[in-house]
């Protein structure tokens, strides 16, 4: 089921994002109800694209886009008496006149030829502009609509990505100097286009220490993100420091690192007043929970502004079985979090395997990854490693 693309034409002067115009095509299915068929999309070249005009049309020349809806009555296949084939039909886009096209109306290729698949899919339905002057109006206006709507859906948002450079603090202390210093990775990951930099200031200042947030808060461009612990010391600190946001995670010192979720729901209480505290210096809260309905629930409840989803259960998995059950409580929780209003974050385990079905995710806002971008950053540097991280990220997220 879906849309399916077979590129017929020489690609050695422009790069076709296949993944990117299959979501689109899909998102418009969608939208028309029949996400459930199939469509075969064909992209040729000039020449192709005339000998089909010339051969079902009777017209010299190109042209754009072609469509050939399936047709049952031509089809004897013994398959199709006994199941009802969803299939839609062909439609068939000369890239090169597309091109041309785009050229002239100062708009990307692959936005032109969302238009004509648009374009081809209504005929495919049904819709016919040569019939008559009316209906060439109405599917004009169909397309129109289509097409702002696939522009402002919350599926055309890109997902941010914003670094925890926690792990860069961890190697400057193994040695108790000054480098590698967080502040510098900051502000390279900035420049390499992260979003956000996060970092967790924990009780015992295994890694970011307090001259770290205090530099970081002056000197981050994008958003700074301050995980913490509900303590009363590091409550103080934060509403002195004033970060953008902070995320509050449970934090227990024998732990390596963040393992669960917040248990909101048991401790609604002392985490409203943090809340409230927080709201008044005019910092926004997210609370890090596992993907499960009642926290999320309980979040919403106290008056969290964010939640982030805690992602480590589907990285660690261990079988595709067990990675999708993971996944799927995640799409739940986000879809079921997004609904209510909240704003959705995710992170924890994140690497460049398993970041861009998450980040493909339609209701997630802003990933939060560390560990995976440190580690690869020994290896290519950190510029590098931010910027693999963000092509992967956005690849996943924009459908427009
Ligand atoms: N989000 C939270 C709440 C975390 O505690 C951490 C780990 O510091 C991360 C995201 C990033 O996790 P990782 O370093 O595994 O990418």
């Known amino acids: 089921m879906g849309a399916h693309f077979t590129l017929h034409c020489d690609t050695s002067s422009f790069r076709i994002n296949e993944k990117l115009l299959q979501r689109r095509t899909a998102w418009l299915m969608l939208q028309?109800?029949?996400?459930?068929?199939?469509?075969?999309?064909?992209?040729?070249?000039?020449?192709?694209?005339?000998?089909?005009?010339?051969?079902?049309?009777?017209?010299?020349?190109?042209?754009?886009?072609?469509?050939?809806?399936?047709?049952?009555?031509?089809?004897?296949?013994?398959?199709?008496?006994?199941?009802?084939?969803?299939?839609?039909?062909?439609?068939?886009?000369?890239?090169?006149?597309?091109?041309?096209?785009?050229?002239?109306?100062?708009?990307?290729?692959?936005?032109?030829?969302?238009?004509?698949?648009?374009?081809?899919?209504?005929?495919?339905?049904?819709?016919?502009?040569?019939?008559?002057?009316?209906?060439?109006?109405?599917?004009?206006?169909?397309?129109?609509?289509?097409?702002?709507?696939?522009?402002?859906?919350?599926?055309?948002?890109?997902?941010?990505?914003?670094?925890?450079?926690?792990?860069?603090?961890?190697?400057?202390?193994?040695?108790?100097?000054?480098?590698?210093?967080?502040?510098?990775a900051a502000a390279i990951c900035e420049l390499a286009g992260a979003a956000g930099i996060v970092v967790h200031l924990r009780e015992d200042r295994r890694h970011i220490n307090d001259r770290d947030v205090r530099l970081l808060r002056e000197t981050i461009k994008t958003r700074m993100n301050l995980e913490m612990g509900a303590n009363k010391e590091i409550i103080e600190i934060a509403l002195n420091l004033k970060p953008d946001m902070v995320t509050l995670v449970p934090e227990k010192r024998q732990e390596l690192t963040t393992e669960g979720g917040l248990n909101v729901a048991g401790q609604k209480k002392k985490l409203a007043k943090t809340i409230q505290q927080m709201d008044k210096a005019g910092i926004s809260v997210s609370l890090f929970i596992d993907p499960e309905a009642k926290q999320v629930k309980a979040a919403h409840a106290i008056g969290a502004t964010y939640v982030e989803l805690h992602t480590g259960r589907y990285c660690d998995a261990t079988t595709e079985t067990d990675r999708e059950k993971e996944y799927q409580f995640i799409a739940a929780a986000a879809e079921e979090a997004y609904q209510m209003g909240l704003r959705v974050n995710a992170g924890h385990g994140l690497d460049y395997q398993t970041t861009a079905r998450i980040a493909a995710l339609d209701t997630i806002e802003e990933l939060s990854i560390g560990h995976a971008i440190i580690t690869r950053a020994v290896y290519v540097g950190l510029d590098q490693a931010v910027r693999e991280m963000k092509q992967i990220v956005r690849d996943a997220s924009i459908i427009y």
């Open 32 to 184: 028309n109800h029949v996400a459930d068929h199939d469509v075969s999309v064909l992209l040729v070249d000039d020449e192709e694209i005339s000998w089909l005009n010339n051969q079902y049309r009777n017209k010299q020349g190109p042209t754009n886009v072609l469509s050939f809806p399936f047709s049952h009555e031509n089809d004897h296949s013994d398959i199709s008496h006994t199941i009802a084939l969803k299939e839609l039909g062909d439609i068939i886009i000369s890239v090169e006149t597309a091109q041309e096209e785009a050229c002239k109306l100062k708009v990307s290729l692959h936005d032109r030829l969302t238009w004509l698949i648009t374009h081809g899919l209504l005929h495919l339905l049904g819709h016919d502009h040569e019939r008559s002057e009316n209906e060439a109006l109405a599917m004009w206006e169909l397309e129109k609509d289509l097409i702002s709507k696939l522009q402002n859906s919350r599926s055309s948002q890109m997902t941010h990505l914003a670094i925890n450079v926690d792990h860069v603090a961890t190697v400057r202390n193994a040695r108790g100097i000054t480098e590698p210093d967080p502040v510098a």
